[in-house]
């Protein structure tokens, strides 16, 4: 029989026993983590390290983006997964990029179709199914930060797939930078046109290009930025490139010469009733619209949009057209076997881009040639060219109007305001006195030439009769110049501020004319010093004037073909014969791409006397910086005449007179008028 202390000594060997046990399996199991750990590192290690060699899916770029990808707030209209069929265009670009015999892509398109996440999609597929380095050209290094900023960092960020494989964003962590995003089996770097640097040093698999028609002609000296860029991809067999942009000038177009290599597809719509397909032009588009005119200036409402088939000539809606049948169809399909596709889609198919807002656009942007270009290059997707609306100097003068009067020089009905533009040449003035009414609308009343030195005093008497006089209408109303430009370049500048100085009270001011794009066509005027014999004698004001802006206005003008806003009459008499015709139409406008403002104006060989088109682009200045209210000299105008006033025409009462101020040294601007 066991003692009692004997029987203690053997529980407590058990319960150490115990203790020693639980201790080795904790052990064992802290063991077995780590081990697991260290192993789920390794293969984390390892995954990484293999996953650039893992084939891609047997996916589509479409059928990767209905999978994987989803639209972003700032970029879309319509957040979300991504949906083919509201682009069933961007189907065939799309799928083309995973077709091992295409090499080049080259899309033409308007704005509001979809072109950026065609490439966005393009992109997103190489990052999570078929890796390899990326170079993304854009037209400015801004451009490149722009877009990755508001289209390339939200699409990483809300689609799951390529969170979890582009490092994500650290000020420190230069895998990815603004301009730069690393993944596994590449890097994605954005740049612009002309930085050769980027373009000639590393080879690249994947060349990218937005907006080629804006880049610059040459990376600083490098030459041709997309030539430099196709070049880093001779060393990959599996190499693809893609272009896109909207369309510019026609034959300055980089992208209209890329489309031409390729298939140079279009996406043409069946006609619901003929069943033929047929892209949807502006020309085939139909529209009717009202008019207003609101604050002086003539507003559009378009009330009526609809679809004439080419083919038929049958009538469809908007809605009918955008969700029929489509297709690409090919001009030349030979491209194919050489690589490359090309597709053209303008903005009539867009699901974002109503007809009836187009036509608006459209109408708005009537007689303005930099407006129209936008129209044609964004909504119409159309190359823009100088299309030579203008008319010649035979349609000019079969235009001219018998104005009435013994020698067909009074007033016609419409003119309120008359200006004067003076032109200045060594050894004589030439001048336009020109009328002015509602809404743009102009009449030439008198155009001379007064022979005589900058210089000399008689000569500016001449004008004087010409600035002093009552230019009447049929009834013996009249008008006086309220306020005459005169140019103040070449040999006479001085003698110019002197003689309109002296003319101040009778509105006649000094202007010089700038040249360039950018120049406003009007600016306040500034004090010039009047020197003679080398001493300050005075000051005068002189405005300067964009002659470029104003030729375009004027240009713009002449095509205007119905009487009312915008039209340009002319009276039928000598001074406004061939000569004068030919001198306003002495210029156009020429594309010289490798400029940095392209369009310049030029003088037409054999139009060198562009005299006419400077006096009437100066009377055309003088009138923009009038002071005048055009409704109450119309409603002076009818009272002097004895015509009724409707009561909603009748001015308000003139206020009382304000005392005058004190006399000061410094005058405003406009003291002097």
């Given at each position: 029989m066991q003692s009692a202390s004997s029987r203690g000594c053997r529980g407590l060997v058990v319960q150490m026993t115990k203790t020693e046990k639980a201790s080795e399996e904790k052990k064992q199991q802290e063991a077995r983590a780590a081990r697991a750990r260290e192993a789920a590192r390794l293969n984390r290690t390892i995954r990484r390290a293999i996953s650039a060699f893992i084939p891609p899916e047997d996916l589509t770029v479409t059928q990767w983006a209905e999978a994987k990808r989803r639209l972003s707030t700032e970029s879309s209209a319509e957040p979300g997964a991504w949906r083919t069929e509201r682009t069933p265009y961007l189907r065939a670009p799309m799928d083309s990029f995973t077709d091992p015999r295409i090499r080049h892509i080259v899309m033409v398109a308007a704005s509001q179709v979809g072109k950026s996440e065609f490439l966005n999609n393009c992109i997103g597929y190489i990052i999570d199914q078929d890796p390899g380095s990326i170079l993304f050209i854009h037209p400015t290094i801004t451009d490149a930060k722009d877009y990755s900023r508001l289209r390339i960092a939200p699409m990483v960020r809300d689609s799951p797939a390529l969170a979890a494989k582009?490092?994500?964003?650290?000020?420190?962590?230069?895998?990815?930078?603004?301009?730069?995003?690393?993944?596994?089996?590449?890097?994605?770097?954005?740049?612009?046109?002309?930085?050769?640097?980027?373009?000639?040093?590393?080879?690249?698999?994947?060349?990218?290009?937005?907006?080629?028609?804006?880049?610059?002609?040459?990376?600083?000296?490098?030459?041709?930025?997309?030539?430099?860029?196709?070049?880093?991809?001779?060393?990959?067999?599996?190499?693809?490139?893609?272009?896109?942009?909207?369309?510019?000038?026609?034959?300055?177009?980089?992208?209209?010469?890329?489309?031409?290599?390729?298939?140079?597809?279009?996406?043409?719509?069946?006609?619901?009733?003929?069943?033929?397909?047929?892209?949807?032009?502006?020309?085939?588009?139909?529209?009717?619209?009202?008019?207003?005119?609101?604050?002086?200036?003539?507003?559009?409402?378009?009330?009526?949009?609809?679809?004439?088939?080419?083919?038929?000539?049958?009538?469809?809606?908007?809605?009918?057209?955008?969700?029929?049948?489509?297709?690409?169809?090919?001009?030349?399909?030979?491209?194919?076997?050489?690589?490359?596709?090309?597709?053209?889609?303008?903005?009539?198919?867009?699901?974002?881009?109503?007809?009836?807002?187009?036509?608006?656009?459209?109408?708005?942007?009537?007689?303005?040639?930099?407006?129209?270009?936008?129209?044609?290059?964004?909504?119409?997707?159309?190359?823009?060219?100088?299309?030579?609306?203008?008319?010649?100097?035979?349609?000019?003068?079969?235009?001219?109007?018998?104005?009435?009067?013994?020698?067909?020089?009074q007033l016609p009905d419409g003119v309120l305001v008359l200006t004067c533009g003076v032109d200045t040449q060594d050894d004589r003035l030439?001048?336009?006195?020109?009328?002015?009414?509602?809404?743009?609308?102009?009449?030439?009343?008198?155009?001379?030439?007064?022979?005589?030195?900058?210089?000399?005093?008689?000569?500016?008497?001449?004008?004087?009769?010409?600035?002093?006089?009552?230019?009447?209408?049929?009834?013996?109303?009249?008008?006086?110049?309220?306020?005459?430009?005169?140019?103040?370049?070449?040999?006479?500048?001085?003698?110019?501020?002197?003689?309109?100085?002296?003319?101040?009270?009778?509105?006649?001011?000094a202007i010089k004319g700038r040249g360039g794009p950018n120049i406003p066509y009007t600016s306040p005027p500034k004090k010039q010093a009047v020197v003679v014999n080398k001493r300050l004698i005075a000051y005068c004001w002189q405005y300067?004037?964009?002659?470029?802006?104003?030729?375009?206005?004027?240009?713009?003008?002449?095509?205007?073909?119905?009487?009312?806003?915008?039209?340009?009459?002319?009276?039928?008499?000598?001074?406004?014969?061939?000569?004068?015709?030919?001198?306003?139409?002495?210029?156009?406008?020429?594309?010289?791409?490798?400029?940095?403002?392209?369009?310049?104006?030029?003088?037409?060989?054999?139009?060198?006397?562009?005299?006419?088109?400077?006096?009437?682009?100066?009377?055309m200045a003088a009138f923009r910086v009038l002071p005048s209210n055009l409704a109450d000299i119309d409603r002076q105008l009818k009272a002097k005449r004895g015509q009724p006033v409707p009561k909603t025409e009748i001015a308000a009462p003139k206020p009382a007179p304000r005392p005058k101020p004190k006399a000061r040294r410094n005058r405003n601007i406009y003291d002097e008028w």
């Open positions: 582009v490092a994500p964003a650290k000020s420190r962590d230069s895998a990815n930078t603004m301009l730069q995003k690393s993944y596994p089996g590449g890097i994605l770097t954005m740049c612009g046109s002309t930085e050769a640097h980027a373009l000639a040093s590393k080879p690249i698999r994947y060349v990218f290009g937005d907006e080629r028609d804006r880049w610059d002609t040459s990376a600083g000296n490098e030459g041709d930025p997309w030539s430099l860029a196709m070049a880093r991809q001779k060393t990959f067999w599996n190499a693809k490139a893609v272009e896109v942009s909207t369309p510019t000038v026609k034959s300055a177009s980089a992208i209209e010469k890329a489309y031409a290599t390729g298939t140079m597809e279009r996406w043409k719509s069946r006609c619901p009733h003929c069943g033929k397909y047929n892209e949807i032009r502006f020309a085939d588009i139909k529209y009717t619209y009202e008019t207003a005119t609101v604050a002086g200036y003539l507003t559009y409402k378009v009330t009526q949009v609809y679809y004439t088939c080419p083919s038929c000539g049958a009538v469809s809606s908007e809605h009918n057209m955008k969700t029929a049948p489509a297709r690409w169809e090919p001009e030349n399909p030979d491209a194919y076997s050489r690589g490359t596709r090309s597709f053209w889609l303008n903005a009539f198919v867009s699901q974002w881009a109503a007809w009836s807002d187009i036509v608006q656009q459209y109408l708005e942007a009537s007689n303005d040639t930099h407006k129209m270009q936008v129209v044609y290059n964004t909504c119409f997707g159309e190359l823009w060219e100088n299309r030579g609306d203008l008319q010649d100097e035979a349609a000019l003068l079969d235009r001219r109007e018998d104005y009435g009067g013994e020698h067909g020089d030439e001048y336009e006195v020109l009328g002015h009414g509602y809404e743009g609308e102009t009449w030439g009343i008198e155009k001379g030439v007064l022979v005589g030195r900058p210089d000399d005093d008689s000569t500016w008497a001449a004008l004087d009769a010409v600035i002093d006089k009552i230019y009447t209408f049929e009834d013996g109303i009249g008008l006086p110049v309220s306020i005459t430009f005169v140019d103040e370049g070449g040999h006479f500048t001085q003698s110019v501020r002197q003689q309109c100085r002296a003319r101040l009270k009778k509105r006649v001011f300067q004037i964009g002659v470029d802006s104003g030729k375009q206005i004027i240009m713009d003008n002449l095509t205007v073909q119905a009487k009312g806003p915008k039209y340009c009459h002319f009276p039928m008499r000598d001074d406004y014969g061939p000569n004068y015709f030919k001198g306003l139409l002495s210029e156009h406008l020429v594309y010289k791409k490798d400029r940095k403002q392209p369009w310049v104006w030029e003088i037409i060989p054999g139009h060198e006397r562009n005299e006419p088109l400077d006096c009437r682009n100066y009377a």
